[in-house]
Every structure is written in C-alpha cells, then in structure tokens.
T-cell receptor, first 111, second 111 residues
Framework: NAGVTQTPKFQVLKTGQSMTLQCAQDMNHEYMSWYRQDPGMGLRLIHY???????DQGEVPNGYNVSRSTTEDFPLRLLSAAPSQTSVYFC??????????FGNGTRLTVT | GNSVTQMEGPVTLSEEAFLTINCTYTATGYPSLFWYVQYPGEGLQLLLK?????DKGSNKGFEATYRKETTSFHLEKGSVQVSDSAVYFCALRFRDDKIIFGKGTRLHILP
C-alpha cells in the first residue's frame, strides 16, 4: 500500500516556466488537497477536492490550477512560475470526515 | 474568518519536563480539531483528534481536550522525550471538509 505519492521530490524552474506536480493515492479517498509550507507561515491550503470532478479554492489559490478527473489523482499546475512560489508542496488525502494522510512533499525552487 | 492560532516557537524544554502548546481557533459552527506532528525531512502525521466539544484526543502520551467555551485545543504531555523534538501543527476541519492549519510550533527537547 503506497499511500500518497508525490512526484517529483525536487524541482528547479525558471521564472515563467510551467509545470505539474503530481499526486496519486491508492486508498480510494474522496478528499484530496494541496498545501504549501513556508518558514513562519505553516501550511496554507491551495486547492482541495471532495471527489472526482469537484474542486474548490483554499486560502492561497492564485497562480495554481487543479483538476480531479479520477479519484486517485490530483495534479497541481503552475502555469507561469514565480519566485514567490518557491516552497515545499504537500499533497494530502482523506476519507471524508477523517484526518489527512500526507505525501512526502515536493521541494520547488523558482529562480 | 476562520483561523487557527498557535503559540510562537521555538519551545525548548529539558527531557521529562511538562509540555503545553497552546492552540485557539475562530470558526463558525463546530469544527473537528487535530494535532499533527512533522519530524525533520518528513510529511505531517496525525497525532490526535477530537470531533466534538469535551472530547479528549490522546496518543503517545500526548493529550488535548476540545474546549468549546474557550475555543481551544491545547496540546499537553506530562514528560517529554528527546524523540518528541519536531514541529507540531494544530488544525481545523470544517463541514465542507476544508482543513486549515496553524503556523506550527517547533519543539526542541534537550537531553
């Protein structure tokens, strides 16, 4: 049982480049979410989804897009990377109403 | 709006000392409350939870009680160990399944 798998583990982008952070879970969880973790700011919710075909904005959604075409996958897209998006990104999933299972994170640097 | 406030860190204690990390929240309705722990280089793990007023969550010697009247969920442990050194996050889950976190409190335990 792999749990929540995030790829890549590390990524360096130049300003203006686009990329997709992948997240997959094999626990059949309906709820999935993306957070970013910055020093002194804790974890901030970017986007979340309560099931396939449904997404909603969190606390800091600007600059990020998501889609949820399957229960298993919840990719996070950066359309035009900015240095302010340098952060560690965590994907998490949950059976609705119960606590989160986190992936190991993706460390993104935008130069 | 809805928010979670944790005491500022870092908190430094000697082994076997008593630990309290304060957490208060602002929310409409009655959210579920959680404490998560993050060890160096890892994602977050659920430590304990409480889903209604006066519930006490406990795990690994840690405890927290859901206090509706003071909107608090303070984390306590009677005798900390060096292995408890980590970052601790308080979190809320709302009815729409959105989960938000506090900024985290770094704990250092000295041998």
């Amino acid at each position: 049982n792999a749990g929540v798998t995030q790829t890549p583990k590390f990524q360096v982008l130049k300003t203006g480049q686009s990329m997709t952070l992948q997240c997959a879970q094999d626990m059949n969880h309906e709820y999935m979410s993306w957070y970013r973790q910055d020093p002194g700011m804790g974890l901030r919710l970017i986007h979340y989804s309560v099931g396939a075909g449904i997404t909603d904005q969190g606390e800091v959604p600007n600059g990020y897009n998501v889609s949820r075409s399957t229960t298993e996958d919840f990719p996070l897209r950066l359309l035009s990377a900015a240095p302010s998006q340098t952060s560690v990104y965590f994907c998490a999933s949950s059976p609705t109403g119960i606590s989160l299972h986190f992936g190991n994170g993706t460390r993104l640097t935008v130069t | 709006g809805n928010s979670v406030t944790q005491m500022e860190g870092p908190v430094t204690l000697s082994e076997e000392a008593f630990l309290t990390i304060n957490c208060t929240y602002t929310a409409t309705g009655y959210p579920s409350l959680f404490w998560y722990v993050q060890y160096p280089g890892e994602g977050l793990q659920l430590l304990l939870k409480a889903t209604k007023a006066d519930d006490k969550g406990s795990n690994k010697g840690f405890e927290a009680t859901y206090r509706k009247e003071t909107t608090s969920f303070h984390l306590e442990k009677g005798s900390v160990q060096v292995s408890d050194s980590a970052v601790y996050f308080c979190a809320l889950r709302f009815r729409d399944d959105k989960i938000i976190f506090g900024k985290g409190t770094r704990l250092h335990i000295l041998p």
